[in-house]
């Protein structure tokens, strides 16, 4: 079955920057769409950045337009988000996800199109 391992996540000072990766394993099929989501306590999940596997396709949420960047290393089936000008609104747990099914240049944003989830990474952006 299809393994997600985030890492990255930790404490930022507002303004500060944080990169975090997400590798898949476990499946010989590739991914097609990779993405993250946040979420905080007692709100639902929330769309953040997904990237097709090509590269060519990104989709970000108008919350971090900006200041985050979404890219990939195929050959390591590693998504990689680069998140600057971190604010403490930022401040939640961060899940990786990957769809297989579609098509490559498919990006989508909602929760029930990703098949696959990591078990999420804390960020905490201090004031």
């Known amino acids: 079955q299809v393994q997600l391992v985030e890492s990255g996540g930790g404490l930022v000072q507002a303004g500060g920057s944080l990169r975090l990766s997400c590798t898949s394993s476990?499946?010989?099929?590739?991914?097609?769409?990779m993405a993250w989501f946040r979420q905080t306590q007692g709100k639902e999940r929330e769309f953040v950045a997904a990237i097709s596997r090509s590269g060519g396709t990104t989709s970000y949420a108008d919350s971090v337009k900006g200041r985050f960047t979404i890219s990939r290393d195929n050959a390591k089936n590693t998504v990689y988000p680069q998140m600057n000008s971190l604010k403490p609104e930022d401040t939640a747990v961060y899940y990786c996800?990957?769809?297989?099914?579609?098509?490559?240049?498919?990006?989508?944003?909602?929760?029930?199109?990703?098949?696959?989830w990591g078990q999420g990474t804390q960020v905490t952006v201090s004031s």
């Open positions: 996800s990957a769809r297989f099914r579609g098509g490559e240049e498919v990006v989508l944003r909602k929760v029930y199109e990703y098949d696959y």
């Open positions: 476990g499946r010989t099929l590739s991914w097609h769409a």
